[in-house]
């Protein structure tokens, strides 16, 4: 059952990040660090492992002050995220013991 869970995905931020990805085509930088209230250099650090991982893909635009930063679920991304899901409700609910 543990076996299911994935550790790129576990920590709480990176699986935070992964839902809100999961319910949007892309998201910008702002937006995710906004929403889940860490700094810059934390989303980084963690949205970096996400992409290593292939489980998010990057797109940068302009350069300086009107930069944007935006990110996506790859497909490898989105079938880990329903995985790790599936494997946490399995946990969650338990053994059924007879």
Same mark, same amino acid.
Request: proline residues 4%; hydrophobic residues 45%.
């Given at each position: #059952?543990?076996?299911?869970?994935?550790? /790129?995905? =576990?920590?709480?931020?990176?699986? /935070? %990040? #992964?839902?809100? $990805?999961?319910?949007?085509?892309?998201?910008?930088?702002?937006? $995710?660090?906004?929403? #889940?209230?860490? @700094? *810059?250099? *934390? $989303?980084?650090? =963690?949205?970096? /492992? !996400?992409?290593?991982?292939? &489980?998010?893909?990057? =797109?940068?635009?302009?350069?300086?002050?009107?930069?944007?930063?935006?990110?996506? !679920?790859? %497909?490898?991304?989105?079938?880990? &995220? @329903?995985? =790790?899901?599936?494997? !946490?409700?399995?946990?969650?609910?338990?053994?059924?013991?007879?």
């Amino acid at each position: #059952m543990i076996d299911g869970l994935d550790p /790129a995905i =576990h920590t709480p931020k990176r699986l /935070a %990040a #992964m839902a809100v $990805l999961a319910n949007a085509p892309s998201v910008s930088f702002r937006f $995710l660090k906004d929403f #889940m209230q860490i @700094s *810059d250099s *934390d $989303l980084s650090k =963690h949205m970096s /492992a !996400l992409e290593q991982a292939g &489980y998010v893909s990057v =797109h940068k635009s302009g350069r300086g002050r009107g930069a944007t930063t935006t990110f996506a !679920l790859t %497909a490898q991304g989105r079938t880990a &995220y @329903s995985a =790790h899901r599936d494997a !946490l409700r399995a946990l969650l609910d338990g053994p059924h013991v007879v």
